[in-house]
């Protein structure tokens, strides 16, 4: 009877002991659940990715709307399906106007969320100053005039936050180079009757391009923008450098096989290569 106490105290020393080791499966199960969890998100993301530079759309699409429903929240998962639509939209026939335009609406509205969720990714403001450029040669003058203001605000924000985004960049060569072929009687009346002209030049073009080719050099758009801008200032072996290279990058964008065809042509017209 006078050991009942003390074997109490040993019982309840030994369970004290015991506890942690019988709740640590538990633990552990719970953290393993968590990283399997997290993973499978990542993974799930990456394999969309791949699947949208495979251009393989419909298997991105489909990941990137799942993820969606399980995080809708996930501002990172907006500009992807903004860049998907935007490409989407490139690879429909070129005569089907309605069909393309629905897909660069909608990669408005993700490219706006995405901006509201967290407008601190630059992603969100590149691509939506992408969609909306691709958009403003369906539209009127004075409409173009104010979705131009609006695409350099969005690539100046975009670039703001990441001086190393591939896509502004390459969106701000394009929009240097459009606003390069401005004349000045152009840009005279337009700005008395219309309203400020964008302005930009071959230099600041050709330099937002090759900055682009150093960050990420696998795009064919930038290769072959930089080469229209070189054989309009007549610096035609330049030109024929940056084509000759871009045929040998891979196709992954619609667009790309367009390009392509449109670089043989002038290698062609220039070389006879």
Not at 181 to 198: A, D, L, Y
Request: overall charge positive; some cysteine.
């Amino acid at each position: 009877m006078t050991n009942a106490p003390k074997h109490r105290q040993l019982v309840c020393f030994r369970n004290a002991l015991l506890l942690p080791l019988a709740l640590f499966p538990l633990f552990t199960l719970s953290n393993t659940f968590a990283a399997a969890t997290a993973t499978h998100s990542e993974s799930a993301v990456e394999q969309a990715d791949k699947a949208f530079w495979n251009m393989n759309y419909p298997a991105a699409d489909s990941i990137y709307t799942a993820e969606l429903r399980r995080n809708s929240g996930n501002a990172e998962l907006y500009w992807r399906l903004a860049r998907l639509q935007v490409s989407m939209g490139e690879s429909v026939d070129r005569n089907k106007k309605d069909e393309r335009l629905r897909y660069y609406r909608k990669a408005i509205e993700y490219a706006k969320t995405c901006i509201t969720l967290d407008s601190t990714i630059a992603k969100g403001h590149s691509w939506y100053a992408a969609a909306l450029g691709i958009m403003a040669d369906k539209i009127g003058s004075n409409e173009k005039l104010n979705r131009a203001k609006e695409v350099k605000r969005s690539l100046d924000f975009a670039l703001r936050l990441n001086p190393n985004d591939e896509t502004a960049l390459s969106i701000l060569g394009s929009y240097y180079r459009e606003a390069a072929k401005i004349s000045w009687f152009k840009r005279m009346v337009g700005n008395t009757f219309i309203g400020e002209m964008p302005t930009g030049n071959y230099e600041l073009a050709a330099k937002a391009f090759r900055k682009a080719i150093s960050i990420d050099s696998r795009i064919i758009r930038n290769y072959h923008e930089l080469a229209l801008i070189e054989l309009d200032q007549n610096n035609r072996e330049e030109a024929l450098k940056l084509m000759r290279t871009a045929l040998n990058k891979p196709v992954i964008m619609p667009s790309d096989r367009r390009r392509i065809e449109e670089m043989r042509s002038l290698l062609k017209k220039y070389s006879g290569n």
